[in-house]
């Protein structure tokens, strides 16, 4: 087993959570919703590839889905919504419903599944590798929601709006 394999390719799994709780930090999360959200992209994280080995390779074969479509309507889904909410003139912190949060997760760990269709190539030990998967992408998008938070306090709106914008670009160039 390589740890150092495992570590490069979990940073690049967690590279996608960062960059989009950089974006969906964006709209005034609290510190329990930012915790809250970590810890779900955190566990899909560690379930995913473990899935991705069990049943990932059966399910394309069954029935051939593109992970780059499914992830580009949830980005979009996302990003529309923080579009919408960046024009409404209520000045209440919104809450971000759970649901919210579990389709941020699936949207940032659907790559952690593809990975794990192969993870036995990768290591023997798919229980580590999914603890490393899982403990990295937890900590990325920690920081990219507390970073989001931060750049939300200094340009406020425009912030949630570039947000939403660039999670459907993301989106796009994801299914590209």
Known sequence: MNIILIFFIAISLSMDAFSLSLAY?????????????SIIVGLYHFFMPIFGMLIGSFIIK???????????????????????????KEENI??????????????VSIDSFSVGIGINSISNN????????????????????????????LIGKVATLMGGISLIILGIIYTL
Not at 25 to 37: Q, R, V, Y
Not at 94 to 107: C, D, H, P, T
Not at 129 to 150: A, H, M, P
């Open 94 to 107: 919104k809450k971000m419903k759970i649901g919210e949060m579990i389709l941020f997760g699936l949207a």
């Open 25 to 37: 930090g964006t709209i005034s999360l609290t510190k329990k919703e930012i915790k809250l959200l």
């Open 62 to 88: 069954i029935l051939p889905i593109d992970e780059d479509i499914i992830t580009l309507v949830i980005f979009s889904f996302i990003g529309i919504n923080m579009i919408i909410e960046t024009f409404k």
């Open 126 to 153: 798919f229980l580590l590798c999914s603890c490393i998967f899982s403990i990295t992408s937890l900590i990325f998008t920690y920081i990219g929601l507390i970073l989001g938070n931060k750049l939300n306090e």
